[in-house]
């Protein structure tokens, strides 16, 4: 399982060219939505927020150890926002 491991490299294209954790950030949009619905937009607010925090902190200790590991990472990070895309 190693040999796989090691021949892994970052991808920046795709919804990875606009946000670093999509997938963290396709469940913070579906527990917002989720806590709208079936609440009200006050605890869809909640759920968001706290799925946001929560996502944030944990992409943050992951990233670290991105860094470590792939020497492009650190200009990706720079180039590329960790959960909401940048409005142009």
Do not use: C, Q
């Not at 396709?26 to 927020?49: D, H, K, Q, Y």
């Not at 150890?65 to 142009?88: I, S």
């Amino acid at each position: 399982a190693m040999e796989i491991i090691d021949e892994l490299e970052p991808v920046a294209r795709g919804p990875y060219a606009h946000v670093r954790h999509p997938i963290y950030l396709g469940v913070i949009l579906f527990l917002w939505g989720l806590g709208w619905m079936l609440s009200t937009w006050i605890m869809g607010l909640v759920a968001g927020g706290v799925s946001l925090i929560y996502f944030d902190r944990k992409a943050a200790v992951e990233e670290r150890n991105l860094a470590a590991r792939f020497p492009e990472f650190p200009a990706y990070r720079d180039r590329v926002p960790r959960l909401l895309p940048r409005l142009r």
